[in-house]
């Protein structure tokens, strides 16, 4: 190995010079490694599980998010090098919480059948419940006796590399204007306290679903499109010392504050899930979907100016268009790829 040696003149400029150019490169590198994609499955035309797993690897795609353990995906998973967010149904958390036994069971089949060949990092305990959303709030009271009692068996098994969390979603905040004033509403302060309380004593991530379409679709007469898509030419949302030009980093920052204001302030916040649809609705276009995604993926490598510089590992959703999801016809045309594996916007992952 040769040793370089710098004169004493010249050794202070170029050695910041070069801890300048690591710090950008491995800046990069994070960026890039924090970018994952989730896979959805409800859909009649889509790939096998190994043909998804060979698409992801050759889209240079390593980190995944799944909805269920569903078995042939964890199969075809085996020793493929990619890092994932495991999901367990809302319909099964009742029996996680009250059934002796079920979250021991739970582990051994999803989990230990699959480990270490499968590289799972963190176990979703539901997605998007709320005590005051219709739809999930019937399984509010289950969430964190499902998070603990899926901690227990983890913890039980030796698997203590494994994070347990749960999916949230911006919804919960009651107040999101200007970013610094984020707190959640007090419809659900008895229910996410506890849930926070929990993820800071196991240094859990706090899931965040995070979807800047659905706020401009929802308020577009107040929110400009550029906002919404990384583009605006300047700041937006002037919050003391804090500039903003995107709804996505407002968002954010919100849910920081929010943390913040109920215990959670060293909680890292991993986005779960964003995306834009590509069909459905005058916004959603194959040109705006293009944007968001690749402004998006290039933007969190950054931070958020509430966290700058600290690059925000983010789940775009999602790998595919699934053709029998319900709902919206938006719904149905969130995929980066076509059921036939053709990508639909050329976005380079490595």
């Not at 509403?185 to 979807?211: C, Q």
């Not at 964003?274 to 290039?298: K, Q």
Request: proline share 7%.
């Amino acid at each position: 190995m040769a040793l370089v040696m710098f004169s004493s003149k010249r050794s202070k400029p170029l050695m910041a010079a070069i801890f300048l150019l690591l710090g950008l490169l491995m800046s990069t590198i994070t960026g890039i490694q924090s970018i994952g994609v989730c896979y959805g499955t409800l859909g009649d035309n889509l790939p096998s599980a190994p043909e998804v797993v060979q698409l992801y690897q050759s889209s240079g795609i390593n980190r995944m998010r799944i909805f269920d353990p569903n078995p042939a995906t964890l199969e075809a998973l085996r020793r493929s090098g990619i890092r994932l967010i495991l999901g367990v149904p809302n319909d099964d958390l009742q029996a996680l919480a009250s059934i002796p036994n079920a979250a021991t069971d739970w582990i051994q089949s999803n989990v230990l059948t699959y480990t270490p060949d499968v590289d799972i990092w963190c176990i979703a305990v539901g997605n998007e419940v709320s005590p005051t959303n219709a739809p999930t709030s019937q399984f509010a009271n289950y969430l964190l006796p499902a998070m603990k009692n899926i901690q227990s068996a983890l913890l039980a098994a030796g698997l203590t590399q494994i994070k347990v969390s749960t999916a949230s979603f911006s919804q919960l905040l009651g107040s999101s204007f200007p970013p610094s004033q984020g707190s959640f509403s007090d419809g659900v302060s008895s229910f996410i306290n506890p849930i926070i309380s929990f993820l800071v004593e196991n240094d859990s991530p706090f899931l965040a679903n995070i979807y800047p379409y659905f706020s401009y679709t929802g308020d577009s007469q107040n929110i400009p499109l550029p906002y919404a898509l990384f583009t605006a030419p300047g700041v937006v949302v002037q919050d003391g010392n804090l500039q903003y030009q995107n709804l996505f980093d407002a968002t954010l920052d919100a849910i920081y504050a929010a943390l913040e204001r109920s215990g959670g302030a060293n909680l890292q916040i991993v986005v779960s899930e964003s995306g834009w649809p590509s069909e459905g609705d005058p916004a959603a276009t194959v040109e705006n979907a293009r944007t968001y995604y690749s402004n998006l993926m290039n933007h969190v490598k950054g931070g958020t100016p509430r966290r700058p510089g600290q690059a925000v590992e983010t789940y775009l959703f999602a790998m595919f268009d699934e053709n029998q999801k319900g709902g919206l016809e938006t719904e149905r045309h969130f995929g980066l790829f076509s059921p036939s594996q053709q990508s639909k916007y050329q976005i380079a992952f490595n």
